[in-house]
């Protein structure tokens, strides 16, 4: 068996998953990649990734991913970095049922369930780290984004707690919280704004059509605070190696400044602040 320590890395088709995927290789880690398109897969297992398939939103795919995991390292795994997901656009009285519940089978109830099949194998051997990307959304909400907001404040509420129940257990858990970082992820979300919303119907329509300009784009561009997933992997590597890892790792200076924002300000003048940069 490889002495190599190894890690499951989940949405490795493009952005955070796929870069970080190369990186931690190249700093000495075996990785497991996951994806959802039969492409995405094809691609990653041209590079000479371990991969495997993954649909957070299929418990069914979860359950297969992690038997797969099991047989394949003879049941251990050093680290989990739940990555994979993607931002539902939409005013909140804008969003159907079945747009919440999409978003948040892909961003908190997958997660869990993936996350929850690993602690026992981690509790076994006696030591893992999780670490989740999550986003400053988590933290600090932002307009247009209640989807979003929602399933990133979910998955903090869920998995700070874990990390608290297995102080002890030699299992870290920690949560990256980043701001805008180059990915495909403006370009899902105009796609999921155009599957679940009806922008001509409502009385957002005007502020819609400014900003699925901008997710068509590409969203934010550098200029705005934007970095690239190298920033991402930094404090990845600080989470997944260190003694002492930290609970939040936030991203980017936009992000850190919502942070300070939300600890100095008066509620009523911070949403106020927050509504005139959305």
Same mark, same amino acid.
């Given at each position: 068996m490889?002495?190599?320590k190894t890690?499951?890395?989940t949405?490795?088709s493009s952005?955070?998953?796929a870069?970080?995927?190369?990186?931690?290789?190249?700093d000495g880690?075996?990785?497991?990649?996951t994806?959802?398109k039969?492409?995405?897969?094809?691609?990653?297992?041209?590079?000479g990734?371990?991969?495997?398939?993954?649909?957070?939103r299929?418990?069914v795919?979860?359950k297969?991913?992690?038997?797969?995991?099991?047989?394949y390292?003879?049941?251990?795994?050093?680290?989990?970095?739940?990555?994979?997901g993607?931002?539902? !656009?939409?005013?909140?009285?804008?969003?159907?049922?079945?747009?919440?519940?999409?978003?948040?089978?892909?961003?908190?109830?997958?997660?869990?369930?993936?996350?929850?099949?690993?602690?026992?194998?981690?509790?076994?051997?006696?030591h893992?780290?999780?670490?989740?990307?999550?986003?400053?959304?988590g933290?600090? !909400?932002?307009?247009?984004?209640g989807?979003?907001?929602?399933?990133?404040?979910?998955i903090?509420?869920?998995?700070?707690?874990?990390?608290?129940?297995?102080?002890g257990?030699?299992i870290?858990?920690?949560m990256?919280?980043p701001?805008?970082?180059?990915?495909?992820?403006a370009e899902?979300?105009?796609?999921?704004?155009?599957k679940?919303?009806?922008?001509?119907?409502?009385p957002?329509?005007?502020?819609y059509?400014?900003?699925?300009?901008?997710?068509?784009?590409?969203?934010?561009?550098?200029?705005?605070?934007?970095?690239g !997933?190298?920033?991402?992997?930094?404090?990845?590597k600080?989470?997944?190696?260190?003694?002492r890892?930290?609970p939040?790792?936030?991203?980017?200076?936009?992000?850190k400044l919502?942070?300070?924002?939300?600890?100095?300000? !008066?509620a009523?003048?911070?949403y106020?602040t927050?509504?005139?940069w959305?």
């Amino acid at each position: 068996m490889n002495s190599r320590k190894t890690i499951l890395v989940t949405g490795c088709s493009s952005g955070i998953g796929a870069y970080c995927a190369r990186a931690l290789r190249d700093d000495g880690w075996r990785v497991l990649a996951t994806a959802r398109k039969d492409e995405d897969i094809a691609q990653l297992k041209s590079e000479g990734f371990d991969t495997f398939f993954l649909d957070y939103r299929d418990p069914v795919s979860i359950k297969r991913l992690v038997d797969a995991v099991l047989e394949y390292t003879g049941g251990t795994l050093d680290a989990l970095f739940n990555n994979g997901g993607y931002a539902q !656009p939409g005013a909140v009285e804008d969003l159907p049922m079945d747009a919440l519940r999409e978003q948040f089978e892909t961003n908190f109830f997958g997660w869990h369930d993936l996350t929850r099949r690993i602690v026992p194998i981690m509790r076994k051997q006696g030591h893992g780290r999780i670490v989740f990307n999550s986003s400053i959304l988590g933290l600090v !909400p932002q307009m247009w984004r209640g989807a979003y907001n929602a399933s990133k404040h979910a998955i903090e509420g869920l998995m700070t707690t874990m990390r608290m129940e297995l102080f002890g257990t030699g299992i870290e858990v920690s949560m990256i919280n980043p701001g805008a970082i180059e990915s495909k992820i403006a370009e899902n979300a105009a796609k999921m704004a155009e599957k679940y919303l009806d922008t001509e119907n409502s009385p957002h329509r005007e502020a819609y059509a400014k900003r699925l300009a901008l997710l068509k784009a590409g969203g934010k561009k550098k200029a705005d605070g934007k970095l690239g !997933p190298d920033a991402v992997y930094k404090v990845l590597k600080h989470a997944l190696t260190s003694p002492r890892p930290r609970p939040h790792y936030v991203v980017t200076g936009p992000a850190k400044l919502g942070v300070a924002l939300k600890r100095l300000l !008066p509620a009523k003048w911070l949403y106020a602040t927050m509504a005139k940069w959305s």
